[in-house]
């Protein structure tokens, strides 16, 4: 397979955030923009998300709280402001 080189230009800052991700995933940054090209032409555009999950305690028991809410039935829920404002003001 014939190979060629790909410039690009990118903040500094943008770069060394990648870099310290892509390390962590366990790859470099030619790997991950390799894999980045391959799976757009499978996919036939942008193909996936590929992160790291790290949110912090507060936004972890927010998260938890939320899905408790959406799916507990007996937790009572508000249509519109003003129920909510009788509510809260009780």
Same mark, same amino acid.
């Given at each position: 397979? =014939?190979?060629? *080189?790909? *410039?690009? !230009?990118? +903040?500094? =800052?943008?770069?060394?955030?990648? =870099?310290?991700? #892509?390390?962590?995933?366990?790859?470099?940054? /030619?790997?991950?923009?390799?894999?980045?090209?391959?799976? /757009?032409?499978? =996919?036939?555009?942008?193909? #996936?998300?590929? !992160?790291? +999950?790290?949110?912090?305690?507060? /936004?972890?028991?927010?998260?938890?709280?939320?899905?408790?809410?959406?799916? +507990?039935? /007996?937790?009572?829920?508000?249509?519109?402001?003003? +129920?909510?404002?009788?509510?809260?003001?009780?």
């Amino acid at each position: 397979m =014939e190979t060629t *080189n790909l *410039n690009i !230009r990118t +903040d500094k =800052e943008v770069k060394a955030a990648a =870099e310290r991700i #892509f390390e962590e995933l366990g790859l470099n940054m /030619t790997t991950a923009v390799n894999i980045f090209l391959r799976q /757009t032409i499978r =996919e036939n555009g942008i193909p #996936f998300e590929l !992160r790291l +999950d790290s949110p912090n305690a507060v /936004t972890s028991a927010a998260i938890s709280e939320g899905r408790k809410l959406a799916y +507990d039935k /007996t937790i009572k829920g508000y249509s519109n402001i003003a +129920d909510l404002k009788a509510a809260l003001s009780e």
